[in-house]
């Protein structure tokens, strides 16, 4: 995406949603079509939960536990730990989900509602998989949802005519579905100069 979207001011209580950074995302299963995009995205999320915590504004790291027995995200394996340059602090709120979308047997949007919490900044894995459901479904229950861009990527897939599209077509793709019904996609930069 080339053009960086507008942020308004964010309040004190805009809440940063990280989903699914785990080891697993790091295997090999995930790229078997070709490499992801945004190599540098941990980083990036490491740079907004720095902000988050210095401004002392709510985060919400999501785990995903998968209940599929092949899944390199299932409990009891290190594929389900947190990638170390995004870990949770002891104090920070820790969400396990079993879908691909956030809001869906977690309890989320009530945590969020209790809290005043309205306006979302999402970021993570996978942008088209739960990135973009969660995105989705935080547009469609009201919540005013801010996607950073280059703090989500994806791999390369094949669409249904068995056409390989590259990582940054599908990242694109998805952030395309997402912008303006959805949620505002940004970049980092237009986040963090948002932090008032």
């Known amino acids: 995406m080339s053009a960086t979207r507008e942020v308004a001011t964010l309040p004190a209580t805009a809440t940063l949603i990280v989903i699914d950074v785990q080891q697993a995302i790091d295997q090999p299963f995930w790229a078997k079509e070709g490499p992801r995009n945004n190599p540098g995205a941990e980083q990036v999320i490491a740079r907004l939960l720095d902000a988050w915590r210095r401004t002392r504004r709510p985060i919400v790291h999501v ?4 209940r599929e027995p092949n899944s390199t995200y ?3 394996q ?7 340059a995004v870990k949770p602090l002891p104090s920070e709120t820790v969400l396990p989900k079993h879908t691909g979308d956030a809001f869906i047997g977690t309890g989320l949007e009530e945590k969020l509602r209790a809290g005043g919490q309205t306006v979302l900044v999402i970021c993570g894995v996978i942008t088209n998989n739960s990135v973009e459901s969660t995105a989705r479904s935080a547009g469609n229950r009201g919540f005013k949802s801010y996607v950073v861009e280059d703090a989500c990527f994806t791999f390369a897939k094949r669409d249904l005519d068995g056409r390989l599209r590259s990582a940054e077509e599908v ?3 998805s952030l395309a579905n997402l912008a303006g019904e959805y949620a505002t996609v940004a970049t980092a930069d237009a986040v963090l100069s948002a932090l008032k």
């Open 171 to 173: 990242h694109a793709m």
């Open 74 to 76: 299932r409990p009891g």
């Open 63 to 66: 785990r995903h536990d998968s």
């Open 78 to 84: 290190s594929g389900n730990e947190f990638k170390d």
